[in-house]
Nanobody, 120 residues
């Protein structure tokens, strides 16, 4: 199973970006999907999550500005980020709970990270 994150880049304060994370490989089922971020000198922190029923949770710092969603047919998760602030600058990582084919457990898989820089 592999996760491919994309969509990061440089954006001005107040701008928008959409991150994507696509899962591929021997996948039987996908459970909760999450976005984390790690700013320079800080620990990795949970940004948002979406479960199998599309229920979502958000960190207080991004509520009302970010929207997480999933497309199960494409095995892809998205993070629509708006009203971006310099403090949103970080490497964003996707994390997906996957039950590989032939397995009976959900396992955590991580994407490689995509850099988001918010600066004028």
């Amino acid at each position: 199973v592999q996760l491919q994150a994309s969509g990061g880049g440089l954006v001005q304060p107040g701008g928008s970006l959409r991150l994507s994370c696509a899962a591929s490989g021997n996948i039987y089922s996908v459970n909760t999907m999450r976005w984390y971020r790690q700013a320079p000198g800080k620990q990795r922190a949970l940004v948002a999550s979406v479960n199998y029923a599309s229920n979502t949770t958000y960190a207080d710092s991004v509520k009302g500005r970010f929207t997480i969603s999933r497309d199960d047919a494409k095995r892809t998760m998205y993070l629509q980020m708006g009203s971006l602030k310099p403090e949103d600058t970080a490497v964003y990582y996707c994390n997906i709970e996957v039950m590989p084919g032939g397995d009976y457990r959900y396992l955590d898989f991580w994407g490689q990270g995509t850099l988001v820089t918010v600066s004028s």
